[in-house]
């Protein structure tokens, strides 16, 4: 019996290793083929998770040929991904209005990001990436427009707690094309913000959501991932960030 029971046991444990590997993304690493996060190609490292290979296990790499996706115009709306160091990612980020949330300025707005964000082939965009400084974020942790019962509105959101425990995964940004570097990130947080119609809510993120938030929520404070790179990986990102700037000329916020 104890044999069967663990000849069960390692068939299951492969079949979740087989389904978590072929649900690999174009960006990060998580649940759908479609899920571009804030896209970006090249060499992703993360760690398994623990009910796949038990705690402490090592981390390992996935490959992807796919770049990422400049969207350009998007039919429907002006709105554009602003790309570093356009000032827009630096600026103060103000608090949205109780009467903005009334006149439907702010679905509007909310509405054509995801537009922005599915051209992209992304899961999430703030505010501030398409020039708008407000402090307002969307995302779809499937960056499927077809599952559009995940997408999530966050207004004048912010952290109340983070877990203790971290996790370093390679991250990269539609305002940085064509890099991508790793960045610790807090395992869960705790979140206050308000939906289009004013109502507050309380949630806790954890896994993939709460990274997709942290790194939305950077943006309404004014930080990229760039902030956060360690030394030597900010050292290999470098040549492509000095491009970027030499791209847009004069007035760029570094």
Not at 87 to 107: C, F
Request: hydrophobic residues 40%; contains cysteine.
């Amino acid at each position: 019996t104890t044999l069967v029971m663990l000849t069960t046991m390692k068939m299951v444990v492969a079949a979740l290793s087989a389904a978590f590997v072929s649900r690999q993304t174009k960006a990060f690493v998580f649940p759908s083929a479609k899920m571009a996060s804030r896209v970006y190609a090249g060499q992703r490292t993360f760690k398994t998770s623990s009910y796949l290979n038990g705690p402490g296990t090592s981390s390992f790499e996935l490959f992807s040929a796919v770049e990422e996706v400049d969207p350009g115009v998007v039919e429907g709306t002006d709105l554009r991904v602003l790309k570093y160091p356009h000032p827009s990612l630096r600026e103060d980020n103000d608090e949205i209005t109780e009467e903005e949330l009334k006149d439907g300025s702010i679905a509007k707005i909310a509405k054509e990001m995801f537009m922005v964000m599915y051209a992209a082939e992304g899961v999430g965009l703030a505010a501030p990436q398409v020039g708008i400084n407000k402090r307002l974020m969307v995302y779809n942790e499937y960056g499927d427009s077809k599952k559009w019962l995940s997408e999530v509105v966050l207004v004048n959101p912010k952290i109340v707690e983070f877990s203790e425990g971290i996790d370093e995964e390679s991250e990269g940004c539609l305002s940085f094309p064509d890099m991508n570097g790793p960045v610790v990130r807090s395992k869960w947080i705790k979140v206050e913000a308000m939906n289009l119609k004013g109502k507050k809510m309380k949630k806790r993120f954890k896994g993939w959501e709460a990274r997709i938030f942290q790194h939305e929520y950077d943006h309404l404070d004014g930080t990229v991932y760039i902030d956060r790179l360690s030394q030597e990986a900010r050292e290999e990102v470098q040549p492509r960030l000095d491009e970027l700037v030499a791209e847009f000329g004069e007035g760029g916020s570094l």
